[in-house]
Nanobody
Framework: QVQLVESGGGLVQPGGSLRLSCVAS????????MGWHRQAPGKQRELVAI???????NYADSMEGRFTISRDNAKNTVFLQMNSLKPEDTAVYYC??????????????WGQGTQVTVAS
């Protein structure tokens, strides 16, 4: 089993910054594409950012330029640096690990989430 544990969430003022961390265990971290997703009350879970095994990154349009995803394979950790935070960024942020099996089948694992609240 793959276990993901997020940390770093909390309360921050608009325009502030926050850094989320996700530590993975139970499988080969370097073999997984990693991502961050978020879900606000009453809304569908949405993609925030992803980083491939090779280090390529992609961001949702509303986050590009403000958020940065990175990974440290030696520490089995993926990060999400969030700058210029807006109240609309308030949500539960989830860490995701995606493994590609033989035949192209995708297997996803999720953390329990960490609350991010942006308010003055």
């Amino acid at each position: 089993q793959v276990q993901l544990v997020e940390s770093g969430g909390g309360l921050v003022q608009p325009g502030g910054s926050l850094r989320l961390s996700c530590v993975a265990s139970g499988s080969s971290f370097s073999s997984a594409a990693m991502g961050w997703h978020r879900q606000a009350p009453g809304k569908q879970r949405e993609l925030v950012a992803i980083i491939s095994t090779g280090g390529s990154t992609n961001y949702a349009d509303s986050m590009e330029g403000r958020f940065t995803i990175s990974r440290d394979n030696a520490k089995n950790t993926v990060f999400l640096q969030m700058n210029s935070l807006k109240p609309e960024d308030t949500a539960v942020y989830y860490c995701n690990a995606r493994y590609t099996k033989f035949g192209g089948r995708k297997v996803d694992y999720w953390g329990q989430g960490t609350q991010v609240t942006v308010a003055s």
